[in-house]
């Protein structure tokens, strides 16, 4: 289905899980997010960072650290309750919390005592509107209590870091995890209420095949996860410096990690998943699949979602709040952020004030990647007519008028024809990781 033009992914470009992107983030005038917490209204999402594992995988880029030393955990958790506290002080009457979704790291490299404590606090401190509930977790530490705790919450979706069912490619990233692993972890799951399960898939991974990549997409449509990410690894030693544990020369070239992300295209198409953008897929039944066939598609720093709100709180080090008008994103040392927090102070110092501009070039970079096309005013499309000309050639794309359409054929160089729209990449370039 798809073409390799290896010159047409030669640009390393952003994810584009928001515009600006956080590489464009600088310092913010004080009071930016409070000011923006106090204009808040209608529905609102939450996100909690929970920047800890039981085990530390070698290929993963989160800000995350070992979960063994409790002092650090429970000093990090208090600050969390503080910062609760002080962002719910600041809500207008008129917000009502709709979604909350916990992330890391892993949530449950904590203990279930004090997750039920962070869910108690958010009902204590926040306007709750029997929000829908996300959580993602790392199988090698559920447990059958987890999954007890998760049902009394009403968690009714779930990701888990599944990356490879291939055990060699697993030692190779430093996450073991058994089939009985997974399937326990599934079963525990959906016992305990959850209606939509991600499971996250990688390709691109050290001696990693196309036979092994189709063991692991069988092995998930098997499992009937209700979502699937197929990411490409990220191989960026020099930002994240676990990753030189991971040889180099293991890793698949780009035309081989091209025919991967083809594959796991074709091989969930065909199992009936509904393509989210070129790397996700859902069932028909699920929210997210609802939301393409209804073009209600969004894009946050979650990644795709069929989350509607406007405005989505970060709370904890690191976590990234958006809003119309701002990004604005926690500090990600975690000492500077327990300290700020423990005074009542929010550490959300670094960001980006969005403008007009920004916003009008945001709409069109999100349209591309959760629609395949977008209406571009005239200066848009003069402005990138001639980058754009090769894409068009290629017939991975078409201009109609002021209506630029990604072809099928086009899906996997969405980002690269997004990062066209991109003010920032030709004033500031910065170093990304592959297209694909």
């Known amino acids: 289905m798809w073409t390799y033009h290896p010159e047409l992914l030669a640009t390393p470009v952003p994810r584009y899980t928001s515009y600006p992107t956080a590489a464009d983030f600088g310092p913010l005038e004080e009071g930016t997010i409070e000011r923006a917490i106090a204009g808040a209204s209608g529905d609102v999402s939450l996100y909690l960072h929970i920047p800890f594992c039981e085990q530390i995988c070698f290929y993963c880029g989160c800000n995350t650290g070992a979960s063994g030393k409790r002092a650090r955990v429970e000093t990090y958790l208090a600050a969390l309750h503080q910062e609760i506290a002080t962002v719910a002080s600041l809500l207008p009457p008129g917000a009502r919390v709709r979604r909350v979704a916990f992330g890391g790291g892993s949530p449950n490299a904590i203990e279930t005592g004090e997750f039920l404590a962070l869910v108690e606090a958010l009902h204590a401190h926040f306007p709750m509107g029997s929000p829908a509930i996300a959580i993602e977790l790392d199988p090698r530490s559920l447990t ?97 410096p676990r990753q030189s544990m991971i040889p180099e020369v293991a890793l698949p070239g780009p035309q081989a990690r091209f025919a991967m992300a083809a594959q796991a295209h074709d091989t969930l198409v065909d199992a009936g998943y509904t393509a989210v953008g070129f790397d996700h897929f859902a069932l028909p039944h699920d929210p997210m699949a609802r939301a393409v066939r209804q073009g209600s598609l969004r894009r946050n720093f979650q990644g795709f979602t069929d989350d509607r709100a406007e405005v989505l709180i970060g709370l904890g080090a690191s976590a990234v709040s958006g809003f119309p008008g701002l990004l604005a994103q926690n500090d990600k040392h975690t000492g500077r952020y327990r300290k700020l927090s423990g005074e009542g102070r929010l550490s959300a110092t670094h960001g ?37 000309a090769p894409f068009i ?44």
């Open 144 to 240: 059958s209590d987890w999954a007890k705790v998760l049902a009394g919450v009403g968690v009714s979706r779930a990701s888990l870091g599944v990356q490879t069912f291939a055990a060699h490619c697993q030692k190779a990233i430093g996450r073991e995890q058994s089939l009985t692993m997974i399937c326990r972890s599934v079963d525990w799951l959906r016992g305990a209420g959850v209606t939509s399960l991600n499971f996250d898939l990688m390709y691109g991974l050290p001696h990693q095949s196309e036979a092994d990549l189709e063991d692991s997409l069988e092995y998930t449509r098997k499992l009937g996860a209700d979502r699937v990410a197929v990411f490409g690894y990220a191989h960026v030693p020099h930002l994240v």
């Open 352 to 388: 980006i004030v969005r403008g007009p501009e920004d916003q009008r070039r945001g709409a069109v970079i999100a349209a591309l990647l959760c629609r395949g096309e977008a209406v571009l005013e005239a200066d848009l499309l003069a402005e990138t007519g001639e980058r754009l």
């Open 393 to 436: 050639a290629a017939r991975l794309a078409a201009v109609d008028g002021a209506r630029l359409t990604i072809a099928p054929e086009g899906l996997p160089y969405a980002r690269v024809i997004a990062a066209l729209f991109d003010s920032y990449r030709a004033a500031a370039p910065r170093r990304f990781s592959s297209a694909i």
